[in-house]
C-alpha cells in the first residue's frame, strides 16, 4: 500500500502523548527523589506509557494510492479501493463493502465542529455567549464525517483515473492482520504489571 497520507486526531495524541510524557516526568522525579525509582514503580509507569501509546497514539487511518487502512488497538485491516461501498461517520469513522461487511477506525471518531473565531449573536452581554451560526461552525479536519467525504473523494479520484486509463484497475481485496506492534506493547505491559506486583 502505497502511503499518501496518515490521518490521526489531535486530542488523541495530545491526550496520549500528554501523559506520557507525565508517566517519563514522574519517573525522572522518582529517579532522582529521595529513594531513587523502585523496581515496582518503574514497572508501573512503564506499563501506564505503554497502553496510552497503544491506546491513543498508534490506531490511526492510512488513505494511500491502494486503498483505506484502518490501524486499530488489536487488529489492522486494509482495503483496496473497489471494496469501499459506503462510509459511515455516525459515532466513528466505518466503512462497508458492498456484502454488508464493516470495518471501523478507532483512530477517527465523530467532533462537534468548533465556534472558534465565530462572531456569536444575540445576547449574551458581550461575554460570547450568543448563538453561532451553522455557516461559522468549522469542523475538526480529522472528524468522521470529514474524513468520511475525504475518503468518498479518494474513491472517485481513483475510479476517474481508472476510467481515464491512468491507473489499472485493482481487485477486490479485504486484508485483516494483528496488529503487533500493539499487541505486543499491551502483552509488554502486563508482564511489567506482574512484575510489579510481584517485586
Not at 58 to 82: M, Q, S, Y
Not at 144 to 151: E, N
Request: some cysteine; charged content about 20%; glycine content about 12%.
Amino acid at each position: 500500500m502505497n502511503v499518501r497520507r496518515v490521518v490521526r486526531q489531535g486530542s488523541s495524541l495530545a491526550i496520549g502523548w500528554g501523559l506520557i510524557g507525565l508517566c517519563v516526568l514522574l519517573g525522572v522525579l522518582f529517579a532522582f527523589g529521595r529513594g531513587g525509582l523502585d523496581v515496582e514503580s518503574g514497572c508501573f509507569l512503564l506499563a501506564v506509557a505503554l497502553i496510552l501509546w497503544a491506546v491513543f497514539v498508534r490506531p490511526c487511518l492510512i488513505l494511500a494510492t491502494g486503498g483505506v487502512g484502518l490501524h486499530n488497538i488489536v487488529r489492522d485491516v486494509d482495503l483496496t479501493w473497489p471494496v469501499v461501498d459506503l462510509i459511515e461517520s455516525r459515532w466513528n469513522l466505518k466503512i462497508f463493502a458492498a456484502d454488508g461487511r464493516g470495518w471501523g477506525s478507532w483512530a477517527i471518531t465523530t467532533q462537534r465542529p468548533s465556534a472558534r473565531g465565530a462572531v456569536r449573536s444575540g445576547g449574551g452581554s458581550g461575554l460570547g455567549l450568543g448563538r453561532v451560526a451553522a455557516e461559522d461552525l468549522r469542523e475538526a479536519p480529522a472528524s468522521s464525517s470529514a474524513m468520511a467525504r475525504t475518503i468518498q473523494s479518494a474513491k472517485e479520484d481513483y475510479e476517474r483515473a481508472v476510467r481515464q486509463g491512468q491507473l489499472a484497475p485493482q481487485e477486490e481485496q479485504v486484508r485483516i492482520r494483528p496488529a503487533w506492534p500493539s499487541i505486543i506493547a499491551l502483552a509488554a505491559a502486563v508482564v511489567l504489571i506482574v512484575v510489579g506486583i510481584l517485586s
